[in-house]
């Protein structure tokens, strides 16, 4: 089934003419990686050296997004102010470009989106729906609203379901875990070493947040970036990663945690926070956590 993205002057949802407009910028930023790998000699507010790529993909989508009736604010991981329009409803938070250091080697990489119904930063509770594109080798989206998950292969303008209602599979199969292992706690490592010796799971590892969630949610299992010895909130950051991710695999029936809550539980203090993330299958998320405590 093809999705007919709605037309932006005439659609009244400003969540879905949101989307929309992520669905079609994705095929156009793919297309624009091309020549945009190299670094661009500056950071964003996290500390990180940007590519070419995150900046031209930021500033596309919020000249896109800010246009949008509906549209409150913009904000994302790659400027350090949140862009307030004249609008009142809805307040994206968006993720450009996701593993953008994976561009070197040519690997997958992500588009990262939030919509909440709150001003910005905002608890995961006030998210009305967040997804993310995948650039594979074809390009995906996962858009999660009202506690479903839908799956689309998104070709120049046109979006395909490939599968509704999407669930985490029942037997965890994959697992990744980001950081250096030398930073890990005690506690965590310990867990690692439970899941690896379970001969059924197997590790699936790209250095992109949304390339390993997304093998977690076609097969099962966990992906987590935990608390580090040298940067106790790990490094995703809430608003714009931790969120959106931990929304859409708990619309999928999974479950995410900070350690010791939920991920949407979690009151934001400033747009830029990081937080430590686990995502997955709910009896493996369970078990961190009693790992954990
Ligand atoms: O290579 P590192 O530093 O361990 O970090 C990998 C993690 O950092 C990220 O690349 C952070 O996202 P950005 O690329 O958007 O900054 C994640 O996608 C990934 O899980
Ligand atoms: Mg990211
Ligand atoms: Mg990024």
Same mark, same amino acid.
């Given at each position: 089934?093809?999705?007919?993205?709605?037309?932006?002057?005439?659609?009244?949802?400003?969540?879905?003419?949101?989307?929309?407009?992520?669905?079609?910028?994705?095929?156009?930023?793919?297309?624009?990686?091309?020549?945009?790998?190299?670094?661009?000699? #500056? =950071?964003?507010?996290?500390?990180?050296?940007?590519?070419?790529?995150?900046?031209?993909?930021?500033?596309?989508?919020?000249?896109?997004?800010?246009?949008?009736?509906?549209?409150?604010?913009?904000?994302?991981?790659?400027?350090?102010?949140?862009?307030?329009?004249?609008?009142?409803?809805?307040?994206?938070?968006?993720?450009?470009?996701?593993?953008?250091?994976?561009?070197?080697?040519?690997?997958?990489?992500?588009?990262?989106?939030?919509?909440?119904?709150?001003?910005?930063?905002? *608890?995961?509770?006030?998210?009305?729906?967040?997804?993310?594109?995948?650039?594979?080798?074809?390009?995906?989206?996962?858009?999660?609203?009202?506690?479903?998950?839908?799956? %689309?292969? @998104?070709?120049?303008?046109?979006?395909?379901?490939?599968?509704?209602?999407?669930?985490?599979?029942?037997?965890?199969?994959? %697992?990744?875990?980001?950081?250096?292992? *030398?930073?890990?706690?005690?506690?965590?490592?310990?867990?690692?070493?439970?899941?690896?010796?379970?001969?059924?799971?197997?590790?699936?590892?790209?250095? !992109?947040?949304?390339?390993?969630?997304? #093998?977690?949610?076609? %097969?099962?299992?966990?992906?987590? %970036?935990? !608390?580090?010895?040298?940067?106790?909130?790990?490094?995703?950051?809430?608003?714009?990663?931790?969120? *959106?991710?931990?929304?859409?695999?708990?619309?999928?029936?999974?479950?995410?945690?900070?350690?010791?809550?939920?991920?949407?539980?979690?009151?934001?203090?400033?747009?830029? =926070?990081?937080?430590?993330?686990?995502?997955?299958?709910?009896?493996?998320?369970?078990? @961190?956590?009693?790992?954990?405590?």
């Amino acid at each position: 089934m093809t999705v007919a993205d709605p037309d932006p002057r005439t659609e009244d949802d400003p969540v879905e003419v949101v989307v929309a407009t992520i669905a079609r910028s994705a095929v156009e930023i793919r297309q624009g990686l091309v020549g945009r790998r190299s670094d661009a000699d #500056q =950071e964003n507010p996290s500390g990180e050296t940007q590519v070419e790529a995150d900046v031209w993909a930021d500033e596309l989508l919020a000249d896109r997004l800010t246009s949008i009736d509906g549209v409150a604010q913009y904000a994302s991981e790659e400027r350090s102010e949140i862009i307030d329009c004249e609008d009142e409803a809805y307040c994206v938070a968006v993720d450009p470009l996701d593993g953008s250091s994976n561009l070197k080697s040519n690997n997958t990489m992500g588009t990262v989106f939030g919509i909440y119904d709150e001003p910005l930063p905002a *608890p995961g509770s006030a998210l009305v729906a967040a997804g993310f594109v995948l650039y594979g080798p074809i390009t995906t989206m996962a858009y999660a609203r009202d506690g479903t998950v839908t799956k %689309y292969e @998104l070709t120049g303008g046109e979006r395909s379901v490939v599968e509704e209602d999407v669930t985490l599979p029942d037997d965890p199969l994959v %697992y990744g875990f980001g950081g250096r292992v *030398p930073h890990w706690s005690d506690d965590f490592r310990e867990y690692v070493r439970e899941i690896e010796s379970n001969p059924d799971h197997k590790l699936r590892y790209g250095g !992109a947040m949304i390339g390993d969630v997304n #093998q977690v949610l076609t %097969y099962g299992g966990i992906f987590a %970036y935990p !608390a580090l010895e040298d940067s106790p909130r790990g490094k995703l950051r809430l608003q714009f990663e931790g969120n *959106p991710i931990a929304y859409v695999i708990e619309s999928a029936g999974g479950r995410s945690s900070d350690g010791t809550q939920s991920i949407l539980e979690i009151d934001p203090e400033i747009v830029h =926070e990081r937080v430590p993330l686990h995502v997955g299958n709910t009896d493996l998320i369970e078990r @961190l956590e009693s790992a954990l405590a």
